[in-house]
């Protein structure tokens, strides 16, 4: 499968060790960030199944996207990038996709390779998926086990991972199914899939989670209800829609956001600014946690881009004090608790993060993960159950190694870790963090980091 970006980019590749240390002058700048990896995704796949051609401005470019753009691709969706952050899908139609003549690799994107599971489904196709050594030990079983009460077939290795085989149904079933944990991926899952099943598909969230799929789908012409149902809510798709073609801005990434957000709050006398990020209320639980623990965060030119509200924060160094994070936030900041462990541990006071469970099945066991690299720098934190407690205040931070276990957002954490530690911090990988945020480290040291080659990688 040719890996190479339209516009001549290589796939990044596992890559040197790096070393974050203390900036030497307050981190200042107007940066925007690289756009949101979770409506990057769905832009290609809802446009790969409208009819007409969609362009898209402003998607993330980072090799998770960009497998999944390929994917399409092989499933018979034109695909094609015009400039850096510029492309145009020509839609195959709901029920025009075919069978790709090779193994679909989705690297080490779990949310392409849950997401496709649920159109490969519903379409008359065979396919086989596979992913690298950090994806093959991510559990599917979550998604294909709902998705195979619609008429798919599903083969996979012991625990339902990749790689993974997909007879999808001739005649697709709707589905109506009650998520037993709260998961953005396994609802968009089964959304994609009762796109092309008659009748109407229904999923009951037991708490609401990120609502870009329900978003997009209306973009695209899709009649989708979501109904207020106890603490969580109800929705419900109509199958075989006619999706049409309507083009889509893709904001800034608030996942990536949280980087340079936590830098400038924990560097002395940092003010930065942060242009067009998305702020959808369902992806704002990080902000509202740090405004919470003292952050100076402001909200500027608030506006609308591709059905999504997007703004710009003004983000001021601030002293922070420990918090106690309610279970409730996590599906709004899902991705965002390591880089949140790393002000905790630099706040004054104790925090408790709560109901963390879902991080034991993210690119790594990023709970597990997040633990190590607090306590390798030096910070006092123990988990009970699925809660995580910081001690916060630490005498002296920093000075570790970071194992990033193939995991982005944990190196980028360890990295602004390092930044305002006493001694550095140093991770053991860095090739993984353009999957999702390609160019994060000339942009951090664009702002004042100071981020560095180990001396045996320079």
């Not at 092989?74 to 075919?98: E, K, N, Q, S, T």
Request: glycine share 12%.
């Amino acid at each position: 499968m040719n890996l190479e970006t339209p516009h001549g980019r290589q796939f990044p590749r596992p890559g040197a060790s790096l070393r974050a240390r203390r900036a030497i002058a307050p981190l200042r700048g107007r940066i925007a960030v690289p756009g949101d990896k979770s409506i990057s995704h769905r832009a290609l796949m809802f446009a790969g199944l409208a009819i007409g051609e969609t362009r898209i401005t402003g998607l993330l470019e980072g090799e998770d996207v960009l497998r999944t753009a390929v994917a399409m691709r092989a499933l018979g969706a034109h695909v094609l990038c015009d400039a850096p952050g510029i492309w145009r899908v020509i839609g195959a139609g709901i029920g025009g996709l075919h069978s790709p003549e090779d193994v679909l690799d989705m690297g080490n994107s779990g949310t392409a390779a849950r997401l496709l599971c649920g159109i490969l489904a519903s379409h008359d196709i065979f396919a086989v998926m596979t992913g690298d050594a950090s994806l093959r030990r991510r559990p599917m079983r979550r998604v294909i086990d709902p998705l195979a009460a619609c008429g798919a077939v599903f083969a996979a290795r012991a625990g339902g991972r990749l790689p993974l085989a997909v007879t999808g149904a001739a005649d697709a079933l709707p589905l109506s199914y009650r998520l037993p944990v709260a998961s953005a991926q396994v609802k968009s899952a089964l959304l994609l899939a009762g796109l092309n099943a008659r009748g109407i598909t229904e999923i009951e969230e037991p708490e609401p989670t990120r609502d870009h799929s329900e978003n997009m789908l209306r973009h695209f012409g899709a009649a989708v209800s979501v109904i207020p149902h106890g603490h969580g809510k109800l929705v419900r798709l109509h199958g075989q829609p006619e999706l049409m073609a309507a083009d889509i801005v893709v904001p800034g990434d608030p996942s990536s956001a949280a980087f340079p957000i936590v830098a400038a709050l924990l560097v002395p006398g940092s003010r930065i600014v942060i242009e067009g990020v998305g702020l959808n209320p369902l992806r704002t639980g990080l902000v509202a946690t740090l405004i919470e623990m003292g952050a100076d965060i402001v909200i500027t030119n608030r506006r609308e881009a591709g059905g999504e509200p997007v703004g710009d924060l003004v983000v001021s160094a601030s002293s922070l004090q420990g918090s106690d994070v309610p279970a409730e936030r996590a599906p709004s900041m899902i991705d965002e608790y390591p880089i949140l462990a790393v002000a905790c541990a630099l706040a004054r006071g104790p925090s408790r993060l709560r109901g963390l469970g879902e991080l034991r099945v993210k690119e790594s066991d990023r709970l597990a993960a997040t633990l190590a690299m607090l306590r390798v720098n030096g910070a006092t934190v123990e988990v009970e159950g699925d809660d995580m407690i910081i001690a916060g205040g630490a005498n002296r931070l920093g000075g570790g190694r970071v194992i990033t276990h193939m995991d982005h957002r944990l190196a980028m954490s360890a990295l602004v870790m390092g930044l305002a530690a006493d001694a550095p911090v140093a991770i053991d990988d860095a090739g993984f963090i353009d999957t999702s945020f390609p160019g994060f480290v000339d942009l951090m040291r664009g702002l004042g980091a100071v981020i560095e080659p180990m001396e045996e990688d320079a």
